[in-house]
Protein backbone atom coordinates (compact mmCIF):
# COMPACT_ATOMS: atom_id res chain seq x y z
CA UNK A 1 0.00 0.00 0.00
CA UNK A 2 2.84 2.17 0.59
CA UNK A 3 3.79 1.88 -3.14
CA UNK A 4 0.57 3.10 -4.24
CA UNK A 5 1.02 6.04 -1.51
CA UNK A 6 4.34 6.98 -3.01
CA UNK A 7 3.10 6.87 -6.67
CA UNK A 8 0.22 9.29 -5.49
CA UNK A 9 2.96 11.96 -3.90
CA UNK A 10 4.78 11.55 -6.92
CA UNK A 11 1.85 12.34 -9.55
CA UNK A 12 0.89 15.37 -7.28
CA UNK A 13 4.35 17.17 -7.79
CA UNK A 14 4.93 16.20 -11.27
CA UNK A 15 1.07 17.95 -12.00
CA UNK A 16 2.17 21.35 -9.87
CA UNK A 17 5.23 21.29 -12.13
CA UNK A 18 3.80 20.86 -15.10
CA UNK A 19 0.67 23.59 -13.76
CA UNK A 20 3.79 25.82 -13.13
CA UNK A 21 5.81 25.39 -16.46
CA UNK A 22 3.17 25.51 -18.76
CA UNK A 23 1.29 28.13 -19.44
CA UNK A 24 -0.61 27.13 -23.01
CA UNK A 25 -4.23 25.42 -22.28
CA UNK A 26 -4.12 23.31 -24.62
CA UNK A 27 -0.54 22.28 -23.77
CA UNK A 28 -0.80 21.58 -20.46
CA UNK A 29 -3.76 19.76 -20.33
CA UNK A 30 -2.21 17.39 -23.26
CA UNK A 31 0.76 16.45 -21.05
CA UNK A 32 -1.69 16.03 -17.61
CA UNK A 33 -3.74 13.92 -19.20
CA UNK A 34 -0.62 11.54 -20.31
CA UNK A 35 0.43 11.73 -17.10
CA UNK A 36 -2.80 10.13 -15.48
CA UNK A 37 -3.12 7.84 -17.99
CA UNK A 38 0.67 6.75 -17.42
CA UNK A 39 -0.12 6.42 -13.39
CA UNK A 40 -3.65 4.85 -13.88
CA UNK A 41 -1.98 1.40 -16.00
CA UNK A 42 0.51 1.78 -13.62
CA UNK A 43 -1.82 1.04 -10.81
CA UNK A 44 -3.61 -0.83 -12.65
CA UNK A 45 -1.37 -3.56 -13.44
CA UNK A 46 -0.15 -3.69 -9.83
CA UNK A 47 -3.47 -4.39 -8.89
CA UNK A 48 -4.27 -7.55 -10.61
CA UNK A 49 -1.90 -9.32 -8.36
CA UNK A 50 -2.39 -7.20 -5.15
CA UNK A 51 -4.03 -7.97 -1.96
CA UNK A 52 -5.49 -5.75 0.21
CA UNK A 53 -5.03 -6.66 3.92
CA UNK A 54 -8.14 -4.73 4.79
CA UNK A 55 -11.72 -3.69 3.32
CA UNK A 56 -10.15 -0.42 4.82
CA UNK A 57 -7.13 -0.22 2.91
CA UNK A 58 -9.01 -1.65 -0.70
CA UNK A 59 -11.45 1.59 0.40
CA UNK A 60 -9.01 4.23 0.64
CA UNK A 61 -7.31 3.01 -2.48
CA UNK A 62 -10.38 3.18 -4.87
CA UNK A 63 -11.82 6.05 -2.99
CA UNK A 64 -8.22 8.32 -2.65
CA UNK A 65 -5.53 6.50 -4.36
CA UNK A 66 -7.33 5.61 -7.68
CA UNK A 67 -9.92 8.49 -7.78
CA UNK A 68 -7.48 11.12 -7.75
CA UNK A 69 -5.69 10.39 -11.45
CA UNK A 70 -8.75 9.10 -12.68
CA UNK A 71 -10.35 12.61 -11.41
CA UNK A 72 -7.72 14.52 -12.64
CA UNK A 73 -7.92 12.78 -16.32
CA UNK A 74 -11.56 13.57 -16.50
CA UNK A 75 -11.12 17.16 -15.61
CA UNK A 76 -8.21 17.65 -18.20
CA UNK A 77 -9.77 16.00 -21.16
CA UNK A 78 -12.72 18.26 -20.27
CA UNK A 79 -10.64 21.30 -20.34
CA UNK A 80 -9.13 20.37 -23.29
CA UNK A 81 -12.01 19.40 -25.57
CA UNK A 82 -13.80 22.59 -24.05
CA UNK A 83 -10.64 24.59 -25.26
CA UNK A 84 -10.01 23.28 -28.73
CA UNK A 85 -14.06 23.70 -29.77
CA UNK A 86 -13.92 27.21 -28.90
CA UNK A 87 -10.25 28.28 -29.51
CA UNK A 88 -11.39 30.56 -32.71
CA UNK A 89 -14.63 31.54 -31.76
CA UNK A 90 -15.72 34.97 -30.27
CA UNK A 91 -16.25 36.13 -26.64
CA UNK A 92 -19.73 35.95 -26.70
CA UNK A 93 -19.87 32.33 -28.44
CA UNK A 94 -17.06 31.56 -25.64
CA UNK A 95 -19.50 32.68 -23.04
CA UNK A 96 -22.61 31.26 -24.60
CA UNK A 97 -21.05 27.56 -24.32
CA UNK A 98 -19.61 28.52 -20.19
CA UNK A 99 -23.36 29.13 -19.15
CA UNK A 100 -23.87 25.53 -21.47
CA UNK A 101 -21.54 23.35 -19.80
CA UNK A 102 -22.51 24.93 -16.58
CA UNK A 103 -25.76 24.11 -16.47
CA UNK A 104 -25.13 20.34 -17.80
CA UNK A 105 -23.02 20.15 -14.45
CA UNK A 106 -25.65 21.68 -12.53
CA UNK A 107 -27.96 18.96 -14.15
CA UNK A 108 -25.44 16.22 -13.33
CA UNK A 109 -25.41 16.84 -9.59
CA UNK A 110 -29.04 17.07 -9.68
CA UNK A 111 -28.97 13.12 -11.01
CA UNK A 112 -26.55 12.05 -8.14
CA UNK A 113 -27.79 14.21 -5.51
CA UNK A 114 -27.86 11.87 -2.94
CA UNK A 115 -23.97 10.39 -3.61
CA UNK A 116 -22.99 13.73 -3.72
CA UNK A 117 -24.60 14.26 -0.78
CA UNK A 118 -22.26 11.67 0.68
CA UNK A 119 -19.24 12.72 -0.64
CA UNK A 120 -19.30 16.47 0.52
CA UNK A 121 -20.54 15.58 3.58
CA UNK A 122 -17.47 13.18 3.75
CA UNK A 123 -19.82 10.58 5.18
CA UNK A 124 -18.18 6.85 5.12
CA UNK A 125 -20.74 4.45 6.22
CA UNK A 126 -21.55 3.26 3.08
CA UNK A 127 -17.70 3.01 2.02
CA UNK A 128 -17.92 -0.93 2.23
CA UNK A 129 -20.44 -0.78 -0.50
CA UNK A 130 -19.43 1.80 -3.08
CA UNK A 131 -15.30 1.09 -2.72
CA UNK A 132 -14.91 -2.61 -2.36
CA UNK A 133 -15.07 -4.87 -5.48
CA UNK A 134 -17.29 -7.52 -2.90
CA UNK A 135 -20.42 -5.14 -3.39
CA UNK A 136 -20.29 -4.52 -7.05
CA UNK A 137 -23.75 -2.53 -7.10
CA UNK A 138 -25.07 -1.74 -10.99
CA UNK A 139 -25.53 1.85 -11.00
CA UNK A 140 -28.56 2.60 -13.66
CA UNK A 141 -26.76 5.60 -15.39
CA UNK A 142 -23.47 3.63 -16.38
CA UNK A 143 -23.28 1.59 -19.68
CA UNK A 144 -22.57 -1.71 -18.90
CA UNK A 145 -19.56 -1.89 -20.75
CA UNK A 146 -17.86 0.35 -18.08
CA UNK A 147 -17.44 -3.04 -16.18
CA UNK A 148 -15.17 -5.01 -18.42
CA UNK A 149 -12.63 -5.05 -15.66
CA UNK A 150 -14.17 -5.44 -12.24
CA UNK A 151 -10.95 -6.47 -10.61
CA UNK A 152 -9.90 -2.18 -11.22
CA UNK A 153 -13.17 -1.05 -10.89
CA UNK A 154 -16.08 -0.56 -7.95
CA UNK A 155 -19.44 0.20 -8.06
CA UNK A 156 -18.76 3.96 -7.35
CA UNK A 157 -15.08 4.82 -8.10
CA UNK A 158 -15.67 6.38 -11.51
CA UNK A 159 -19.05 8.37 -10.25
CA UNK A 160 -16.86 9.58 -7.59
CA UNK A 161 -13.98 10.75 -9.72
CA UNK A 162 -16.29 12.36 -12.28
CA UNK A 163 -18.14 14.10 -9.35
CA UNK A 164 -15.03 15.76 -8.05
CA UNK A 165 -13.77 16.59 -11.28
CA UNK A 166 -16.74 18.45 -12.54
CA UNK A 167 -16.20 20.11 -8.94
CA UNK A 168 -12.73 21.22 -10.27
CA UNK A 169 -14.22 21.71 -13.90
CA UNK A 170 -17.06 23.72 -12.59
CA UNK A 171 -14.60 26.36 -11.18
CA UNK A 172 -12.35 26.54 -13.99
CA UNK A 173 -15.26 27.81 -16.35
CA UNK A 174 -16.20 30.12 -13.61
CA UNK A 175 -12.70 31.63 -13.81
CA UNK A 176 -12.58 31.47 -17.08
CA UNK A 177 -15.63 33.46 -17.72
CA UNK A 178 -14.19 36.36 -16.21
CA UNK A 179 -10.93 35.77 -18.69
CA UNK A 180 -12.32 35.97 -21.94
CA UNK A 181 -13.09 39.63 -22.39
CA UNK A 182 -9.06 40.11 -21.80
CA UNK A 183 -7.81 37.01 -23.45
CA UNK A 184 -9.67 38.05 -26.92
CA UNK A 185 -9.06 41.43 -27.12
CA UNK A 186 -5.64 40.62 -26.60
CA UNK A 187 -5.33 37.98 -29.22
CA UNK A 188 -7.44 40.55 -31.37
CA UNK A 189 -10.30 38.37 -31.13
CA UNK A 190 -13.17 40.97 -31.68
CA UNK A 191 -12.04 41.37 -35.60
CA UNK A 192 -14.38 39.58 -38.17
CA UNK A 193 -13.23 35.65 -38.36
CA UNK A 194 -12.16 34.09 -41.24
CA UNK A 195 -10.76 36.68 -43.09
CA UNK A 196 -7.63 33.95 -44.32
CA UNK A 197 -8.27 31.30 -47.15
CA UNK A 198 -6.12 28.84 -47.87
CA UNK A 199 -5.46 29.12 -52.31
CA UNK A 200 -2.57 26.57 -52.69
CA UNK A 201 -3.33 22.90 -53.13
CA UNK A 202 -4.25 20.50 -50.68
CA UNK A 203 -0.96 18.75 -51.17
CA UNK A 204 0.96 21.92 -50.12
CA UNK A 205 -1.29 22.61 -47.26
CA UNK A 206 -0.20 19.02 -45.85
CA UNK A 207 3.58 19.72 -46.77
CA UNK A 208 3.21 22.57 -44.35
CA UNK A 209 1.65 20.59 -41.30
CA UNK A 210 3.99 17.87 -41.90
CA UNK A 211 7.01 20.07 -41.71
CA UNK A 212 5.77 22.52 -38.55
CA UNK A 213 5.00 18.87 -36.91
CA UNK A 214 8.82 17.40 -38.16
CA UNK A 215 10.57 20.88 -36.88
CA UNK A 216 8.72 20.77 -33.37
CA UNK A 217 8.14 24.29 -34.15
CA UNK A 218 4.42 24.11 -32.78
CA UNK A 219 4.21 24.02 -28.39
CA UNK A 220 7.93 22.33 -28.08
CA UNK A 221 6.87 19.16 -30.17
CA UNK A 222 3.88 18.12 -27.97
CA UNK A 223 1.26 18.97 -30.63
CA UNK A 224 0.59 15.94 -33.12
CA UNK A 225 -0.19 16.09 -36.23
CA UNK A 226 -4.07 16.00 -35.95
CA UNK A 227 -4.27 19.06 -34.10
CA UNK A 228 -1.81 20.98 -36.32
CA UNK A 229 -4.51 19.85 -39.04
CA UNK A 230 -7.67 20.83 -37.46
CA UNK A 231 -6.51 23.97 -36.65
CA UNK A 232 -4.69 25.37 -39.73
CA UNK A 233 -8.19 24.16 -41.41
CA UNK A 234 -10.07 26.11 -39.21
CA UNK A 235 -7.86 29.38 -39.44
CA UNK A 236 -7.75 28.58 -43.62
CA UNK A 237 -11.38 27.39 -43.61
CA UNK A 238 -9.87 24.54 -45.90
CA UNK A 239 -11.18 20.82 -45.76
CA UNK A 240 -8.17 18.78 -46.22
CA UNK A 241 -9.93 15.44 -45.95
CA UNK A 242 -7.42 12.22 -45.13
CA UNK A 243 -4.28 14.45 -44.17
CA UNK A 244 -2.78 10.79 -43.88
CA UNK A 245 -3.46 9.56 -47.04
CA UNK A 246 -2.65 12.63 -48.79
CA UNK A 247 0.97 12.67 -46.71
CA UNK A 248 1.33 8.86 -48.33
CA UNK A 249 0.71 10.59 -51.37
CA UNK A 250 3.35 12.88 -50.93
CA UNK A 251 6.10 10.30 -49.90
CA UNK A 252 5.56 8.57 -53.42
CA UNK A 253 6.29 11.24 -55.53
CA UNK A 254 9.15 10.73 -58.13
CA UNK A 255 10.45 13.89 -58.02
CA UNK A 256 10.33 16.09 -55.20
CA UNK A 257 8.73 15.08 -52.36
CA UNK A 258 8.84 18.57 -50.53
CA UNK A 259 8.16 21.07 -53.99
CA UNK A 260 5.87 23.17 -52.20
CA UNK A 261 8.48 24.01 -49.16
CA UNK A 262 11.00 24.60 -51.78
CA UNK A 263 8.97 26.59 -54.06
CA UNK A 264 8.61 28.96 -50.65
CA UNK A 265 12.23 29.30 -50.18
CA UNK A 266 12.63 30.05 -53.47
CA UNK A 267 10.07 33.14 -53.34
CA UNK A 268 10.76 34.12 -50.21
CA UNK A 269 14.73 34.42 -51.36
CA UNK A 270 13.49 36.33 -54.41
CA UNK A 271 11.28 38.34 -52.41
CA UNK A 272 14.10 39.12 -50.29
CA UNK A 273 16.86 39.73 -53.23
CA UNK A 274 14.49 42.53 -54.87
CA UNK A 275 15.25 44.61 -51.81
CA UNK A 276 19.29 44.29 -52.33
CA UNK A 277 19.11 45.76 -55.99
Given at each position: ??NFERQLTDFKLRL?????????????????????????????????????????????????????????????????????????????????????????????????????????????????????????????????????????????????????????????????????????????????????????????????????????????????????????????QYDLGNVYQTFSE????????????????????????????
Open positions: MEKEIDTTQTDRLLRSKIAIGHCNTLLNNFKEQVSSYIFATPREEIRFFKHIKAYPMSCLIYFAKIRDFEMRFTYTTAEEKKKAIDKELKRIHKFFREHFDFVQYIDQEREHLDHLYFTREHHLLLVSEPITSFVDPNFNTSHDRLYARIRAKQCFRTYLQNRYGTIDATDHLLGNDRPRHTLRWTASKAALTELIYALYASKAINLGQTDIKEIAETLQDVFIKERQKSKTKFLDELSMGLYAYMERFND
